[in-house]
């Protein structure tokens, strides 16, 4: 039988950690044969309601699930962890600007990347769900120089989810028929969802997406729209944020880096940018990538028309912004 990983989820009292600690101690994310301890950070207040979580995870019977370690210390949470979920943040408050926001977490990720440097296991995959995801994956990078850039992800497979859904709905195929759906840029509302390199399994082959869907307008505009504002929704209709469905996709991520993705198909992740497409280079930045091995590379050669780079260049543009003002908190 094969050793037990660590692994760590930050938040882990918060309302996403709900669905994911359970998708992860039942063995969807790292396999049905792999034993896990479960790292728990959450911040001191939230220790008593994270007890209950703990007790929950115990009567789960779960038989991967070896031990469970629950605390309030970045140092216990990190150590020796193969891979992170860096799930908790500063929620977005009532009159509270987008810069408080940033200004908060960006703190927040520079105290969790140093701890990740001294005290995680060197090859260790790091996935950032807490927002803003895309500038604080490249803080916490920063402040942890022994880890390879690599390692460090942003989610926007929640997006590509909700775009690949969007696009089985109007075709009218399982969700599972639709592939290579790619979310550029930011996870906000300036991302990109681009279904130009999508394909859709329907009557024995993959045709083309565009070809599926037949209607160029409703995939430039009503498409782009919903996927970009289907968080707003969500928060609208259940006045609490996507909770279950970022779960989903934060395991769908780890479990394709840790696997890898089949011949031929992609996923988008947020990674440190090479500058490919013309994004602006060292801002983390989603692109479809490939992995193999426990390695993603950047899918090369996709033609892009002049709408992507259109829409490319604004979500490059704000990620530069927020890059700008994270560092301007920090160095203050
Ligand atoms: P939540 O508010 O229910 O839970 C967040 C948890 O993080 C709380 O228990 C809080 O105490 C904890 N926390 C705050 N500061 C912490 C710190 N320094 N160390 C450890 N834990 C800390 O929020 P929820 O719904 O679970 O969402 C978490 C984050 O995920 C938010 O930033 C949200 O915006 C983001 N999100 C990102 C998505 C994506 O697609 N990338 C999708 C959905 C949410």
């Given at each position: ?12 009292a918060?309302?996403i950690?709900?669905s ?11 396999g049905s044969e ?30 991967l ?7 309030d210390?970045?140092v ?13 943040a ?11 926001l940033l200004?908060?977490?960006?703190k927040i990720f520079?105290?969790q990347?140093e701890?990740?440097d001294?005290?995680a ?9 807490g927002?803003?995801a895309?500038?604080n ?32 709905a109007?075709?009218?195929v ?5 592939s ?11 991302q990109f969802?681009d279904?130009?390199?999508?394909t859709v399994?329907m009557?024995?082959?993959d ?8 209607d160029?307008?409703?995939?430039r505009?009503?498409?782009?729209e919903?996927?970009?504002k289907?968080?707003?929704?969500v928060i609208n209709a ?7 469905s ?5 395991g769908?991520?780890?479990?394709d880096?840790?696997?890898?993705t ?5 996923v988008s ?6 500058g ?5 280079k060292?801002?983390?930045?989603s692109?479809p990538?490939?992995i193999?091995n426990g ?9 892009t028309?002049?709408?992507a780079?259109?829409?490319l260049d ?9 890059r700008?003002?994270a560092?301007?908190?920090?160095e203050?």
């Amino acid at each position: 039988e094969s050793e037990p990983i660590r692994v760590v989820v930050t938040g882990a009292a918060g309302q996403i950690a709900y669905s994911l600690l359970y998708m992860i101690a039942k063995g969807d994310v790292f396999g049905s044969e792999q034993p896990l301890i479960l790292h728990l950070l959450d911040i001191p207040p939230m220790m008593g309601v994270l007890e209950g979580v703990v007790m929950e995870l115990s009567d789960c019977a779960l038989p991967l699930l070896r031990s469970v370690v629950p605390t309030d210390d970045p140092v216990v949470a990190f150590k020796d962890v193969a891979a992170a979920f860096l799930v908790g943040a500063m929620p977005r408050k009532q009159g509270m600007e987008r810069k408080d926001l940033l200004s908060a977490n960006v703190k927040i990720f520079k105290v969790q990347g140093e701890a990740l440097d001294k005290h995680a296991k060197k090859d260790v995959k790091v996935l950032v769900v807490g927002n803003p995801a895309n500038t604080n994956a490249l803080i916490c990078s920063r402040y942890a120089p022994s880890i390879p850039k690599e390692n460090f992800t942003a989610m926007t497979r929640l997006d590509q989810n909700r775009a690949q859904a969007q696009i089985a709905a109007k075709v009218n195929v399982p969700v599972a028929s639709v592939s290579n759906v790619i979310i550029w840029g930011n996870h906000s509302s300036t991302q990109f969802p681009d279904a130009s390199h999508g394909t859709v399994h329907m009557a024995g082959k993959d045709i083309p997406a565009r070809d599926a869907v037949g209607d160029d307008v409703w995939l430039r505009t009503a498409f782009v729209e919903t996927v970009q504002k289907r968080g707003a929704a969500v928060i609208n209709a259940r006045k609490m944020s996507s909770a279950m469905s970022a779960a989903k996709a934060a395991g769908d991520h780890m479990r394709d880096w840790f696997n890898g993705t089949p011949p031929g198909k992609f996923v988008s992740m947020g990674v440190i940018s090479d500058g490919s497409y013309g994004a602006p280079k060292d801002v983390v930045f989603s692109f479809p990538v490939s992995i193999k091995n426990g390695k993603w590379e950047i899918v090369q050669g996709l033609v892009t028309d002049d709408f992507a780079k259109e829409l490319l260049d604004v979500t490059g543009k704000e990620l530069l912004e927020e890059r700008a003002e994270a560092i301007a908190v920090i160095e203050a």
